[in-house]
């Protein structure tokens, strides 16, 4: 029977898109589906979903799935004709068949099936092909398009196995005694051998190749058959009197007609011969246009992959790229969305706490959309008072820095006229790292970053937008700051001078202790107000005496006495 002839058993159970090859690709689907073996119905394969590919036909059994689901392939496929349906006669679409069938040769075949799932290394450009392409893409090399000669092609044609099944024993035992003259005879001598080692088609009377002096296979034009003493009964299941072999799939739930025409451009693409066969053909022809055409084989086929393979890269990375934008864009329009909301929420409670006094003292609760909104702005990341500014946004690129610096400023010591009062980043403190500020001021702007470069040339412009003034300061050691007036360098210094006036001799820890600073940050701060001659240090308990180690003490500093002292030259 055609269904038992044309198609191979798989597992129903595996997902349809783990059964494919590599390079295939799904097209539709439709459930509730079932099968019709010629004019009969198959039994066993009346409830299941029918799966249409680029190189195949699958059918998955929706009651027994592993034992009665089965793949099919286009290239068996030579007509197809559609059926409506009528009255209770469901929509039908009939596949005839022809080709080898998968059973003859069964060996053969398996062995090619499970070879196209191993890597193998081509004899010619050494590149090693991965497993898991369909039989007509396994049997070139991906790389230089030279055929693998580990998988020679069946040469049994369809016409011989028809015929031998077809006749009665009797005529087959006395067609199996006839000489090997005459069964040679029918037999095709091939016009051309083609070089395992350079890919040139040499004449297929010399057994080494002309150009590289490779030796030729060689290829056997005798058709085998069954010995005489072995007569060949034909199997009691296949049915070869019909004129045609034919399968029907009958759709019960509708899905015919889209199906349908996605089943007529798979079988009008061929898709499982653009790899395989094709390449095939050009490369055992001695055609004159086939040999002048550009190929996929020699070096000029390695260049021209390449060069695809690169092609296809940079198209695969420039719709990742214009998805990135586009999630961008969307990304802007978000924030832009909720910090619109913020602001409306932020603008009704203002004006709704000047009104009445009443509800700021009772802690009434805001309405259940507006705390429902600001705690999905929250989760989200988006609670911000202020649109990030983007260079989109102005004209002028002057004015661009100078609404950063105000947003800047901002982030660094808040407003005083929100709800909730809360300060910036230095709220607490007079002095903080450029990196943290950097670090704090993108978190705060969200998705529109900014790069270190902007945000040095937006320091300078503080000092016009914040209260106290903001200004930068860099260290010897590479350390940026932003810092207040108190912690200026002449500030700073003359704070340190009159404390250790008062308080005498101190280390390094115990200045920042007083300060609350880190003692690394104020080490830098000292070390300018040294230069400058505020204080001066005493390292003579941590000095090398007598020969031996130092004692460890820390270098004590000292309020600067010399500074400004006139002597008299007096005694």
């Not at 705390?371 to 002057?398: W, Y």
């Not at 900014?450 to 930068?472: D, G």
Request: hydrophobic fraction near 35%; include cysteine.
């Amino acid at each position: 029977m055609a269904l038992r002839r044309y198609t191979r058993q798989v597992d129903g159970t595996i997902p349809v898109q783990a059964l494919l090859y590599n390079d295939e690709e799904l097209l539709a689907s439709q459930d509730g589906v079932g099968i019709y073996d010629g004019s009969q119905k198959a039994p066993d394969h009346q409830v299941g979903t029918i799966h249409v590919t680029s190189h195949r036909l699958f059918f998955l059994n929706a009651q027994k799935a592993r034992a009665k689901s089965f793949e099919m392939s286009l290239s068996f496929i030579v007509q197809t004709e559609y059926y409506a349906g009528l009255f209770k006669s469901s929509a039908k679409i009939t596949c005839h068949l022809s080709g080898t069938p998968v059973g003859l040769g069964s060996s053969e075949q398996d062995g090619a099936h499970v070879a196209q799932f191993d890597s193998w290394e081509c004899e010619v450009c050494a590149y090693r092909n991965p497993p898991g392409f369909s039989p007509s893409a396994a049997r070139i090399c991906d790389l230089c398009g030279v055929p693998r000669t580990t998988v020679p092609t069946p040469i049994t044609s369809v016409s011989s196995y028809h015929l031998s099944t077809s006749l009665p024993t009797s005529a087959l035992s006395s067609s199996t005694s006839l000489p090997s003259g005459s069964r040679s005879s029918h037999g095709t001598k091939p016009t051309s051998i083609a070089c395992p080692a350079c890919t040139f088609l040499n004449h297929p009377s010399l057994r080494s190749c002309e150009i590289c002096s490779t030796d030729l296979p060689q290829v056997s034009t005798e058709l085998k058959s069954a010995p005489s003493s072995r007569p060949i009964t034909p199997d009691s299941d296949d049915d070869d009197n019909t004129p045609s072999k034919s399968i029907k799939i009958s759709f019960r739930k509708g899905g015919d007609k889209p199906l349908y025409a996605v089943l007529k451009r798979a079988l009008k693409t061929k898709s499982w011969e653009e790899n395989g066969t094709a390449s095939l053909r050009d490369a055992n022809s001695n055609d004159t246009d086939n040999r002048n055409a550009p190929g996929r084989s020699g070096i000029s086929g390695i260049l021209r992959t390449v060069e695809t393979s690169a092609k296809g890269r940079e198209t695969h990375m420039n719709d990742a790229l214009q998805d990135l934008e586009a999630f961008m864009v969307k990304a802007k329009d978000m924030v832009k969305l909720a910090a619109e909301l913020n602001e409306k929420l932020t603008a009704v409670s203002s004006s709704s706490g000047k009104g009445s006094d009443v509800v700021l003292t009772s802690g009434v609760a805001e309405p259940e959309e507006a705390t429902f909104i600001r705690s999905s702005l929250s989760q989200l990341g988006l609670k911000m008072e202020n649109t990030p500014v983007t260079l989109d946004m102005m004209k002028d690129e002057r004015k661009w820095v100078d609404e950063l610096a105000r947003e800047l400023a901002h982030v660094l010591q808040g407003s005083s006229t929100s709800v909730d009062h809360t300060g910036g980043m230095m709220k607490n403190r007079g002095i903080i790292a450029l990196d943290e500020v950097w670090g704090g001021w993108n978190r705060a702007r969200g998705v529109a970053l900014i790069p270190p470069s902007t945000l040095l040339q937006v320091v300078p412009h503080l000092p016009a937008h914040t209260n106290p003034t903001i200004r930068h300061r860099a260290f010897t050691s590479g350390l940026n700051v932003l810092h207040t007036p108190p912690y200026s360098q002449a500030a700073f210094g003359a704070r340190i001078s009159s404390f250790l006036m008062m308080s005498g001799p101190k280390t390094t820890v115990e200045i920042s202790t007083v300060e609350d600073l880190t003692v690394a940050l104020v080490s830098e701060m000292i070390d300018d107000v040294e230069k400058v001659g505020g204080v001066m240090r005493d390292d003579s308990s941590a000095a090398i005496t007598g020969g031996g180690s130092g004692t460890g003490v820390e270098l004590k500093w000292w309020g600067n006495v010399f500074q400004g002292y006139i002597w008299d030259g007096q005694e």
